[in-house]
């Protein structure tokens, strides 16, 4: 990454790699991040697939319980619902889930960043800050769809827990019951702001990760504050997470 991050550097006239903030460091290298590192009490909630008829009840639920959390947006319903949009970036972080949740292995380069920068724009107007992390559909991305968002300054990332609240037949008991289980530092959660019982399992989870003395942070936060060690990151980009 040191080598890399000096090239980069160069060509955009920055700071070398290691005087920049962490999540500036991890996007330059334009590999996926799965966890954060596991020294600290800080836990990620991340929202995919907003907003939603249940947006603005889910941000109520995590704002009264003052937890916050990361959403990633697909940029086509931030039009229909631009107030869910709005709320959630007021109780957390927004990131980029792409324009219209495609595979973005069937697309052209230009189309992957068509969908990602079209994405970046309406959020910015919509919200009022641009993303600086992003989400691929169906956990899809190639080295070098990774380097096509790293020039919009995006950073991939995915996550440690999925308790399968996405798949057909979930319930919200069943869902709840497998992310409690992956509840530790520096857990990155998958959930999804598509059910009517997504803000009971939020509620449900911040309590529970209370009670472990965990703090609910957004992505860009618990990346900061427990960045993931040199040996957490390995050659291929994936972020080994601690079970």
Not at 124 to 136: K, L
Not at 174 to 179: D, G, I, K, S
């Amino acid at each position: 990454m040191h080598l890399v991050g000096l090239v980069l550097a160069g060509v955009l006239g920055l700071p070398p790699i290691d005087e920049l903030p962490v999540l500036q460091q991890l996007t330059y290298a334009a590999k996926p991040v799965y966890c954060a590192g596991p020294r600290g009490r800080n836990v990620a909630l991340t929202f995919d697939d907003g907003p939603s008829p249940y947006t603005l009840r889910l941000v109520r639920v995590l704002r009264k319980e003052r937890a916050r959390a990361t959403f990633f947006l697909v940029g086509s319903r931030v039009g229909v619902w631009p107030a869910g949009a709005r709320a959630a970036s007021t109780i957390g972080a927004v990131g980029n889930h792409t324009w219209s949740h495609p595979h973005l292995g069937g697309l052209t380069p230009f189309d992957v960043w068509k969908e990602l920068e079209r994405t970046q724009r309406i959020i910015g107007r919509t919200v009022g800050t641009i993303p600086q992390i992003f989400r691929p559909p169906y956990e899809e991305a190639t080295p070098a769809e990774d380097r096509i968002a790293r020039s919009l300054r995006l950073l991939d990332v995915r996550w440690s827990v999925d308790p399968g609240d996405s798949r057909p037949g979930a319930r919200p008991r069943a869902v709840l019951r497998a992310a409690k289980a992956g509840l530790r530092p520096g857990a990155i959660v998958l959930l999804h702001d598509l059910h009517p019982w997504t803000p009971f399992v939020a509620k449900r989870l911040v309590l529970a990760a209370r009670r472990r003395r965990l703090r609910l942070v957004t992505v860009p936060e618990l990346l900061a504050r427990q960045p993931p060690s040199r040996s957490q990151l390995s050659s291929v980009g994936i972020t080994r997470c601690p079970r």
